[in-house]
């Protein structure tokens, strides 16, 4: 479980997130929705322990991420917004060596890997560099290494950013997977049909505070519009009337 | 789970990494036989003139005008008179000869009037291999008229001495390990250089290299504390440093063992025990230098920026090692704990045959780990920071 209240985030002048709250219950994916420059990666950032808020307290399972981000990272796995790989690593060094850091034994390494590798489709890549490899399985790979040590709470920055038909469909199935096993996890997304398609749940953010939180159909009873994508705009305030 | 568990992981990821990387590879090799073999021709030349000088084949043209001269100079101990090309100028001039001397027709004939001779040095002086042979040649041509000279004034009646006031006796006080030494000052810079270019290429590949790429954010996210990230990628670049480090000794001794030393006058000694000695300076210093490296490269947001602060910073090790060359630091024990000049006194005192005692290498050797290990704990530090985190 996530629980984030009244998260505040300066940058000099530019106030970019003013007091987020929301929570992410276990087994259910939570889609976090708005605009570009919203504020999404900034809060998810906090969330991962490496950005200290400026005011907000982030609880994740029993850790306080503020006060012991590294006892909240045992508990997270997470698919920053920069996926850097290491070119000269094959695709199953990667996930290794993130298991290595999560502290798990030789053996259990190595049945977790095979079984994710498999599980995301990476099998006959697997002992490649990942220098010549594409969007698609760059993804896959780092959201693998990101699950190897089997995490209660997923969070996932743009999941299907920049990704094929069959990768979006790979990564949605994961993420539905990982809803049945009963973890919480949180995603950001600009995209409708992404949002409306796997979150149980949308929080809705926009100029740095939440601006709406519910079900796809709450939302849109919420807004009066009967389209989750007209009900996005007018509940971000970008509504404008169309000339006629 | 035991942080040095993690420690290895991070190593061993970053030694992977780091030797399956052509750039790091070629430039090890670089740092480590080039120097050494270059250095090795230059000095292998500069025996082999000064044996051409010392075994002297000197041609002569117009040998028949002054048969005395020629003959006293074929007696000479190690010259050999050959006759001279017909054009003097164009055989130097196209290096065929270093020098040539030419014999005036009317030689004897001023000889037999007392009056000044002359005889032509045809030689070109800006060949730094010509010069030990032209010195040579003018010393003998100088030693001849200086006993003629005296046989004139003798001939004379007046004692030779009153025309030579002055008399130069060169007495060599340094011994043949002392002038070793100071010919291999440029040894102990030469393995330091190594050492940081050894450990230069992973140290900013880890750090520079993982911001550039993005990968230092999802490392970061591991739950695993920041001194052992920041460790394990020194402790990768310091392998590969004290391996450079290594390997150039060994290189450069047999380089230097093969050196014709007898010709310069030098007999060569440089034992195990010494070389060991060497290596236990050097190693923590290469440590040393792959933590200034690690830390100032954190700062950076990709490889070319980084390797844009290489040049600033080699100038750390080298500025001291080209000091070290000009003003010797040896016999100065309380340079010790002094980190990079610490080093180059010891190695200096090494190297001329009087080695520090156990109290001189621990010393330097803990000052130097120290300093690294305090960089280390700063590289940490900077890696909390969001700036560097997420600034691409």
New interface residues.
């Given amino acids: 479980m996530i629980a984030i209240d009244g998260l505040h985030k300066r940058f000099g002048d530019v106030h970019a997130v003013r007091g987020v709250t929301f929570t992410a219950v276990d087994g259910t994916v939570t889609g976090l929705l708005g605009p570009n420059g919203a504020g999404k990666t900034t809060t998810l950032?906090m969330l991962?322990?490496?950005?200290?808020p400026d005011a907000g307290s982030i609880r994740v399972d029993d850790a306080d991420v503020v006060a012991d981000p590294?006892?909240a990272?045992?508990v997270?796995g997470?698919l920053?917004?920069?996926?850097?790989?290491?070119?000269?690593?094959t695709a199953r060094?990667h996930v290794e060596?993130?298991a290595?850091?999560?502290?798990l034994d030789r053996a259990a390494t190595r049945a977790r890997v095979s079984a994710l590798l498999a599980r995301l489709g990476l099998e006959p890549l697997a002992d490649r560099r990942v220098a010549g490899f594409s969007q698609g399985e760059r993804t896959k790979v780092?959201l693998a290494?990101?699950l190897v040590h089997a995490p209660r709470n997923v969070i996932l920055d743009e999941p299907t950013n920049g990704l094929d038909v069959m990768s979006t469909r790979a990564v949605r199935e994961v993420i539905r997977g990982l809803r049945e096993e009963g973890c919480c996890v949180v995603f950001s997304s600009h995209i409708m049909q992404e949002v409306s398609a796997l979150c149980d749940r949308i929080v809705v953010i926009a100029a740095g505070t939440v601006v709406a939180e519910g079900t796809a159909d709450e939302l849109r009873a919420k807004s009066g519009r009967d389209n989750l994508e007209d009900a996005f705009v007018s509940l971000v305030g970008l509504d404008v009337e169309m000339p006629a | 789970?035991s942080a040095f568990?993690?420690l290895g992981?991070?190593t061993r990821?970053e030694l992977?990494?780091g030797l399956?990387?052509r750039r790091s590879l070629v430039t090890l090799v670089f740092s480590t036989v080039l120097t050494p073999v270059l250095l090795g021709v230059l000095l292998s030349t500069t025996a082999g003139s000064q044996r051409g000088a010392e075994d002297l084949a000197l041609p002569v043209v117009g040998a028949e005008h002054a048969p005395a001269f020629v003959h006293w100079l074929g007696q000479q101990t190690g010259v050999r008179v050959v006759p001279g090309p017909a054009d003097a100028e164009k055989a130097v001039l196209d290096r065929v000869e270093d020098v040539v001397l030419i014999i005036e027709p009317d030689f004897m004939e001023r000889m037999s009037r007392a009056q000044t001779a002359e005889v032509k040095l045809v030689a070109e002086s800006s060949r730094d291999r010509a010069r030990p042979k032209i010195s040579r040649v003018r010393a003998l041509v100088g030693g001849y008229a200086g006993q003629l000279a005296s046989l004139r004034l003798i001939a004379r009646g007046v004692a030779p001495g009153i025309a030579s006031p002055i008399r130069i006796e060169d007495v060599e006080v340094s011994s043949s390990q002392a002038r070793l030494a100071a010919l291999l000052s440029f040894l102990p810079l030469l393995l330091v250089i190594a050492g940081l270019v050894g450990g230069m290429q992973i140290a900013i590949d880890s750090t520079a290299g993982?911001r550039e790429?993005?990968?230092?954010?999802?490392?970061?996210?591991?739950?695993?504390?920041r001194w052992v990230i920041a460790g394990g990628k020194w402790l990768a670049a310091s392998a590969l440093g004290c391996a450079s480090v290594l390997f150039s000794l060994v290189i450069t001794v047999s380089v230097l063992r093969r050196i014709p030393w007898h010709d310069m006058g030098i007999r060569f000694r440089v034992t195990d025990g010494e070389l060991f000695s060497l290596l236990l300076l050097l190693l923590p210093l290469a440590m040393l230098l792959a933590a200034v490296v690690l830390f100032a490269s954190t700062f950076a947001r990709s490889f070319k920026e980084a390797q844009g602060y290489m040049g600033m910073l080699m100038l750390v090790p080298m500025l001291p090692g080209m000091l070290a060359t000009m003003y010797p630091l040896s016999r100065r024990p309380w340079l010790a704990p002094v980190p990079i000049l610490g080093q180059y006194a010891l190695a200096s005192d090494v190297l001329g045959g009087q080695p520090p005692g156990a109290a001189g290498y621990l010393i330097s050797g803990v000052a130097a780990l120290i300093c690294a290990v305090a960089l280390v704990a700063l590289t940490a530090r900077a890696m909390t920071r969001?700036h560097i985190?997420?600034g691409?």
């Fill in positions: 950032r991962s322990g490496l950005m200290r590294v006892g990272q045992r997270m997470q920053p917004d920069s996926r850097g790989l290491y070119p000269r690593l060094e060596y993130f290595q850091l999560h502290g780092a290494r990101a | 789970m568990r993690l992981a991070v990821k992977l990494d399956r990387d993982e790429r993005g990968s230092l954010e999802p490392l970061l996210l591991n739950p695993v504390p969001e985190v997420f691409r």
